[in-house]
Each structure stands twice: as C-alpha cells, then as structure tokens.
Nanobody, 123 residues
Framework: QVQLAESGGGLVQAGGSLRLSCVAS????????MGWFRQAPGKEREFVAG????????SYVDSVKDRFTIFRDNYKNTVYLQMNSLKPEDSAVYYC????????????????WGQGTQVTVSS
C-alpha cells in the first residue's frame, strides 16, 4: 500500500496562507489520483480538492474555489495544497488521500489516507 505523510499545517490569521504537502511512498505515485479532505470537530470528512494522475485536471469544493490550489510533482512524489485567503471556517484536520481506481471526487475513490495535519485559522 502507499503511505502518505502530510505536513505544513499550523496556526494562521484569517486572510493568511499555508501550503500543505503530502509525500507518498510505497507505490508508484503517478498511478494515483490525489485528494485533500478535511474534517472539523463534529463534522463529516469532506472533499476539498483533487487532482488527476498527470495533474491535467483539478476539482475543488465550492467553498475553496479561487482560494485554494492543488498541484503535484510526480518526480518528488508529492502533492500540495496551497491555501490562500484563509478563513476561520477552513479550520480542520486536513488529510491527504490517494485513489488508485478513480470513481469520482468522493471518499469512495480513495484507498489510502495520511494521518492528517491540523490547520487553525484565527479571526
């Protein structure tokens, strides 16, 4: 199985930026579509952003469009989430996930998950 390790979370003021990184190992990174999900206390884990195997297509939840950017570097086996104009509502644990068989931008597609990294946005 592929192993995923997130980093880059932290505390930031509203309007600030963070860049999350996820390094994959164990399987061929380029074989997987990648996604970022987040989960706030008391809420379901939700899809945030996804990117296809080659990086040719991306998808975002409406609430982060025009603020977040997902991109990947297959030579470094890394996927990133650039988060700009952060809002307190973005506070959550962010999870990196990998999908070997793509079934759409939902949890159903994703086979492997990282441990998560905390993002806290203060008002």
């Amino acid at each position: 199985q592929v192993q995923l390790a997130e980093s880059g979370g932290g505390l930031v003021q509203a309007g600030g930026s963070l860049r999350l990184s996820c390094v994959a190992s164990g399987r061929t990174f380029s074989s997987y579509a990648m996604g970022w999900f987040r989960q706030a206390p008391g809420k379901e884990r939700e899809f945030v952003a996804g990117i296809t195997r080659s990086g040719g297509s991306t998808s975002y939840v409406d609430s982060v469009k025009d603020r977040f950017t997902i991109f990947r570097d297959n030579y470094k086996n890394t996927v990133y989430l650039q988060m700009n104009s952060l809002k307190p509502e973005d506070s959550a644990v962010y999870y990196c996930a990998a999908a070997h068989t793509f079934l759409g931008w939902s949890r159903m597609s994703f086979n492997y998950w990282g441990q998560g990294t905390q993002v806290t946005v203060s008002s």
